[in-house]
């Protein structure tokens, strides 16, 4: 099998001035893990780099530069799943960690569990060695004002983010699915969440089936756009489902989006890989963040 990946940084409504970095940052995750699998490393390698070098990568609401919640702490959600075996690990509202999708991994790996959350995160990073970083080193100084400016606001509504496109907001769940020499699949997604979100607020990124879901008999999906209707419709979930019935995988990403606009009302967007290791995306905000390394080497990006 071919090794192929494709990445995203967000889907919302990214201002011209926030192009740039956007495409260097997807750019330079999708080249991260294909490295890993062209050296012959597994899916979900790849799919891990990927995701903690955009969460290193301030331009993104994932890792360093997240958003604030309403009490000005950075909490944290990631999951990545292994489609060899239906195997996921996630953490949730998690702080003090720098790459959350690591920790996702290890409690894959180095746990009987799937997903861990708040302080308890914290308590297994700890027993398996994963250090914790302080909050200046998540914190960014642009957050810190927005944070400012929007508790002096009288009213703030989270979906106005992701469908108007408005000049100053840089942020934007990541995500990555991958497949490898041995045709297995891998998805994981980090995220801050929404600005301003109440602490303890989880949204999509770390539930197995609506932020990311990887198997290897039907397909791999990352999501990212408004958590609450992705949660609803299990969006990656369904997205894989309609590969398994023979969709190609831009077209089951555009048919996962149109039920969750036509059920719930939702804004977001989807990057895709089927068994066969075609890549794919769908959004339906006004602009998301993708780069892909197909087939052959091929790279292409866009907004
Ligand atoms: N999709 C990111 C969130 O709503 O938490």
Same mark, same amino acid.
């Given at each position: 099998?071919?090794?192929?990946?494709?990445?995203?940084?967000?889907?919302?409504?990214?201002?011209?001035?926030?192009?740039?970095?956007?495409?260097?940052?997807?750019?330079?995750?999708?080249?991260?893990?294909?490295?890993?699998?062209?050296?012959?490393?597994?899916?979900?390698?790849?799919?891990?780099?990927?995701?903690?070098?955009?969460?290193?990568?301030?331009?993104?609401?994932?890792?360093?530069?997240?958003?604030?919640?309403?009490?000005?702490?950075?909490?944290?959600?990631?999951?990545?799943?292994?489609?060899?075996?239906?195997?996921?690990?996630? #953490?949730?509202?998690?702080?003090?960690?720098?790459?959350?999708?690591?920790?996702?991994?290890?409690?894959?790996?180095?746990?009987?569990?799937?997903?861990?959350?708040?302080?308890?995160?914290?308590?297994?990073?700890?027993? #398996?060695?994963?250090?914790?970083?302080?909050?200046?080193?998540?914190?960014?100084?642009?957050?810190?004002?927005?944070?400012?400016?929007?508790?002096?606001?009288?009213?703030?509504?989270?979906?106005?983010?992701?469908?108007?496109?408005?000049?100053?907001?840089?942020?934007?769940?990541?995500?990555?699915?991958?497949?490898?020499?041995?045709?297995?699949?891998?998805?994981?997604?980090?995220?801050?969440?929404?600005?301003?979100?109440?602490?303890?607020?989880?949204?999509?990124?770390?539930?197995?089936?609506?932020?990311?879901?990887?198997?290897?008999?039907?397909?791999?999906?990352?999501?990212?756009?408004?958590?609450?209707?992705?949660?609803?419709?299990?969006?990656?979930?369904?997205?894989?489902?309609?590969?398994?019935?023979?969709?190609?995988?831009?077209?089951?990403?555009?048919?996962?989006?149109?039920?969750?606009?036509?059920?719930?009302?939702?804004?977001?967007?989807?990057?895709?890989?089927?068994?066969?290791?075609?890549?794919?995306?769908?959004?339906?905000?006004?602009?998301?963040?993708?780069?892909?390394?197909?087939?052959?080497?091929?790279?292409?990006?866009?907004?």
């Amino acid at each position: 099998m071919e090794p192929a990946m494709i990445v995203h940084g967000g889907a919302w409504g990214i201002p011209d001035d926030a192009v740039d970095a956007h495409l260097r940052g997807v750019s330079s995750g999708a080249e991260a893990g294909h490295g890993l699998l062209r050296r012959g490393q597994s899916a979900l390698d790849a799919v891990e780099a990927a995701v903690a070098v955009m969460e290193d990568d301030p331009t993104f609401d994932a890792g360093r530069g997240a958003f604030l919640n309403k009490i000005g702490q950075v909490e944290l959600d990631a999951m990545i799943m292994d489609g060899n075996g239906l195997r996921a690990g996630a #953490v949730a509202a998690v702080r003090n960690i720098r790459n959350p999708v690591r920790l996702a991994r290890a409690v894959m790996e180095r746990s009987r569990l799937v997903l861990i959350a708040g302080p308890g995160a914290n308590l297994f990073a700890r027993a #398996v060695g994963v250090p914790a970083c302080r909050t200046q080193d998540l914190l960014v100084g642009r957050e810190l004002a927005r944070w400012r400016a929007i508790r002096k606001k009288k009213r703030f509504r989270v979906r106005e983010i992701f469908d108007t496109i408005q000049a100053g907001q840089r942020r934007g769940t990541v995500g990555a699915v991958a497949i490898d020499r041995r045709g297995d699949l891998a998805a994981a997604t980090s995220t801050g969440g929404v600005p301003h979100k109440p602490p303890g607020r989880v949204g999509d990124s770390p539930i197995v089936g609506a932020g990311a879901y990887a198997d290897n008999e039907t397909g791999a999906v990352s999501a990212t756009g408004w958590g609450e209707p992705i949660l609803r419709v299990l969006l990656s979930k369904t997205a894989c489902d309609l590969m398994g019935d023979g969709l190609s995988p831009g077209t089951a990403c555009r048919r996962a989006l149109s039920v969750m606009r036509r059920r719930v009302d939702g804004i977001g967007g989807l990057v895709a890989m089927d068994r066969r290791g075609r890549p794919g995306f769908s959004f339906n905000t006004p602009r998301m963040a993708w780069a892909c390394v197909g087939p052959g080497g091929k790279r292409r990006k866009g907004i």
